[in-house]
């Protein structure tokens, strides 16, 4: 058993979560003793307590409790294989590259990285993304489970630094697109509903989910955070359905999902928070549309754009429909070219 340590956060170890660099200090510790150490605030960092998923910064000291002695060294184990079919998947899913930053077409029911029972994933088919590179590129940004469209990954971790610094300072532009039930009226406005997380009922908090909370209610609502989602109506069927674009101005987990759906218009094969049993008659609610529709969910991470940290050049990068939105966007009689990739810009004329 090892004494208390206190180590110094090196250069170029800076913007990481706390336990994964942790766990590359100390690869015999597995993720739940640090989880708990962090619960009982035996690892600190400068002196206060921390979780997790902490960000570390260059410089930092890190109180390290005593651990157990480590194992007879062992050969590393060997990065988990990826199949071919996997391998090339995840290439052709490859929408831009340059020597610092790879996008994807994140395909939907691919998580973007592991966890409970998910082991296959982009962070780990990454992997076939290094293209004659040592390192495998870095998630700067995650994408929902199901949610499909444009994923950043950094070829180095200077670039994800730099990269991840944009995502905070708000200097990237995201786009979704997405079907919803019924049309929102006014068919162009800002959601500011706050967000709180609900645990699920499994075992394992399965099942939680984000209740919204009324902007005037969230700075007395215990974990409440503010968020803010522009959208605007771009075509509609009827009053049964609408072809919407969103922004999320902030970015709290399923926020485009959650205030959809508390606006009386939840995106379609949501089962989450838009009822997965309830047909969609039209006027909003039900996640279904019925018919030849997919009832896989229907949010697209359309579009990006980002000033590139080493060209200094705006770069906007567009991700092609799945198959499945595709198809409904036959279907409903949607055309992509009857809509600008930007219906928020001051030239657009869009209303």
Not at 78 to 97: E, F, L
Not at 320 to 338: C, K, Q, S, V, Y
């Amino acid at each position: 058993m090892s004494g208390v340590q206190k180590l110094i956060v090196a250069a170029g170890e800076g913007d990481q979560r706390l336990d994964r660099w942790f766990r590359r200090q100390f690869p015999h510790v597995p993720q739940g003793r640090i989880e708990k150490m962090c619960r009982k605030g035996e690892i600190r960092v400068d002196g206060g307590r921390v979780k997790p998923a902490t960000r570390l910064e260059e410089g930092q000291e890190v109180r390290i409790p005593p651990l157990p002695d480590a194992a007879a060294p062992a050969a590393a184990p060997a990065a988990p294989r990826i199949s071919d079919a996997d391998a090339k998947m995840i290439r052709d899913a490859v929408i831009y590259r340059d020597d610092d930053i790879i996008a994807i077409n994140k395909p939907p029911g691919l998580p973007s990285q592991g966890g409970s029972k998910q082991t296959r994933h982009v962070d780990g088919l990454a992997e076939a993304l290094k293209f004659g590179r040592e390192e495998k590129p870095r998630l700067v940004h995650r994408l929902d489970k199901d949610t499909s469209g444009v994923l950043l990954l950094a070829r180095s971790r200077a670039m994800a630094k730099a990269l991840t610094d944009a995502f905070r300072a708000r200097d990237t532009r995201k786009i979704y697109w997405a079907v919803v039930a019924g049309v929102p009226s006014p068919r162009m406005g800002t959601v500011k509903w706050g967000l709180v997380k609900a645990s699920g009922h499994g075992a394992a908090g399965e099942g939680e989910k984000m209740i919204c909370v009324h902007p005037d209610a969230v700075d007395t609502t215990p974990g409440a955070k503010r968020a803010v989602t522009d959208y605007a109506v771009l075509q509609s069927l009827g009053t049964r359905a609408a072809w919407v674009a969103l922004v999320p101005v902030t970015g709290r987990t399923h926020q485009l999902r959650a205030h959809m759906a508390e606006m009386g218009h939840p995106i379609i094969g949501d089962g989450k928070y838009g009822g997965s049993g309830q047909v969609n008659l039209g006027d909003g609610w039900g996640a279904m549309l019925g018919g030849e529709i997919s009832k896989k969910l229907h949010l697209h991470a359309r579009s990006i754009s980002f000033t590139h940290p080493m060209t200094g050049k705006r770069l906007t990068i567009i991700a092609p429909l799945p198959e499945h939105m595709r198809r409904t966007w036959e279907a409903l009689g949607f055309n992509e070219l009857d809509v600008p990739e930007d219906p928020f810009s001051e030239d657009a004329g869009w209303s």
